[in-house]
């Protein structure tokens, strides 16, 4: 519903009607809108931008297009074309994933581009859960600059000092998933995970997550039940299941079990934002200023939530070319165009698992979901079946990912509106692997 007084737009979508509106920026300023509840508009903050005087890098991929002078020879296009073609033109796989878009990168190179019908190599898209690999690298930024270390306790305004003390939360356990925060990362109705990315929390996403305790008490939780349960009888629903993951999991300490959440990351961006002591005009623009604009891309867009928080735990677009370009900074070891953006050991720290295999254990919930493990800096390393074990991506809800393959130098994108969400496991795995055995290792 498009209210032209308010300047507002209320929408629902997938089936689930949420009380949430958009309001558009005017300022120039990578900021596509604000994300919030009807009842806050006009109480909202937005976000200004400063731009920094740097310049937009130009950067156009090189394409090494089957047929064309620079095609590779290290690459087997009629297989590589094969191996993506199932996904699309109203095939039984291609139904199944939704498939918006796969671009393939070669040594810097890209060797395979396809978009489902109305979509442009300029549509920006909405890449979920990839948002979340995006905020690990704005910090790695930020660790950078000397504004915070892995070692900084979490202490969103919320939080007395007592209170940050005894939950002993560092930035480091929100990147590796590993608060300890009583979390139902399920997209239904009224969950923790809706509300934060589409409901009431999108007024202030860092205080709703610091609201969520360590323990869950027997009360809180809608699903939860005070008798036993076996989780192997819970697994096929969603009800036994949550009441599983309060059964068996009651206390969880920072450090000591990975649970997959966004309120994660809200924090994160909590922390980020106060390491701007108070700036907020330059917490709005570093995104854009210190990454985005080195990359050459810009069409990187990020939300915020009521209070000028970014909402990048859910809610980034950028192109798929641009996607690409997160994945092939890290291939390059945050390396770009001989400038290092990421610093130093960077990336062999995000592809070092959360916890040792010994100590390694997750929630009932984040097992059953898909969601549990191991998770590294907010990418999941070893992300597919049959695919080389130095692989690592970035994924999001409804089958969006970034696949990194270190040693065959490719990266994969691929953006998708699975109804399921099982296109970034299992069919995402299937086009990783075909589009890897069709490139020359």
């Not at 931008?49 to 290290?74: I, Y």
């Not at 923790?192 to 205080?207: F, H, K, Q, R, V």
Request: aromatic share 10%; charged share 15%; proline share 7%.
């Amino acid at each position: 519903m498009i209210d032209h007084k308010a300047q507002s737009v209320k929408a629902a979508a997938g089936g689930v009607t949420v009380d949430t509106i958009a309001v558009p920026n005017p300022a120039p300023a990578p900021f596509p809108c604000l994300l919030t509840t009807s009842a806050q508009v006009g109480e909202v903050i937005m976000p200004v931008f400063a731009d920094n005087g740097t310049p937009l890098r130009q950067f156009d991929w090189p394409e090494a297009f089957v047929g064309s002078p620079a095609a590779s020879p290290d690459v087997d296009y009629a297989q590589l074309a094969a191996a993506i073609a199932p996904f699309f033109d109203g095939s039984e796989l291609a139904n199944a994933t939704g498939t918006r878009a796969v671009l393939a990168v070669r040594k810097g190179q890209i060797v395979a581009e396809r978009y489902a019908a109305g979509l442009f190599n300029s549509t920006p898209l909405l890449g979920w859960s990839m948002g979340k690999t995006l905020t690990a690298a704005l910090t790695a930024i930020r660790v950078a600059d000397g504004a915070m270390q892995l070692t900084d306790l979490v202490n969103p305004p919320s939080w007395s000092p007592a209170e940050v003390e005894a939950r002993n939360i560092t930035v480091e356990d929100l990147l590796q998933q590993l608060s300890g925060i009583q979390w139902a990362e399920v997209y239904l109705p009224s969950t923790d995970a809706t509300e934060i990315t589409s409901g009431p929390a999108l007024n202030n996403t860092e205080a709703f997550a610091a609201a969520h305790p360590q323990a869950f008490p027997a009360d809180r939780h809608p699903f939860a039940t005070k008798a036993p349960l076996m989780c192997s009888y819970c697994m096929g629903n969603i009800q036994l299941l949550l009441a599983c993951h309060v059964t068996l999991y009651p206390v969880m300490f920072a450090g000591t079990q990975s649970d997959y959440s966004t309120a994660n990351v809200q924090l994160l961006e909590g922390r980020i934002r106060r390491s701007f002591k108070g700036n907020d005009t330059a917490y709005w623009s570093y995104p854009y200023n210190r990454l985005f604009k080195r990359l050459g891309a810009p069409s990187f867009a990020m939300s915020t939530d009521g209070v000028g928080t970014f909402a990048a735990s859910s809610s980034v677009y950028a192109t798929v070319r641009d996607w690409a370009r997160l994945g092939q900074l890290y291939l390059q070891d945050g390396v770009w165009n001989g400038t290092r953006i990421l610093p130093e050991g960077w990336v062999k720290y995000t592809r070092t698992s959360n916890l040792p295999a010994a100590q390694y254990k997750c929630s009932t919930i984040a097992q059953s979901l898909g969601d549990c493990g191991p998770y590294s800096a907010l990418w999941w390393p070893a992300p597919f079946d049959s695919v080389s074990s130095d692989a690592y991506a970035a994924e999001g809800f409804e089958g969006q990912f970034v696949a990194v393959l270190p040693s065959q130098d490719l990266v994969v994108v691929f953006l998708a509106w699975a109804a399921d969400d099982s296109a970034d496991d299992h069919f995402g795995g299937l086009l990783v692997h075909g589009i890897s055995q069709a490139v020359k290792s």
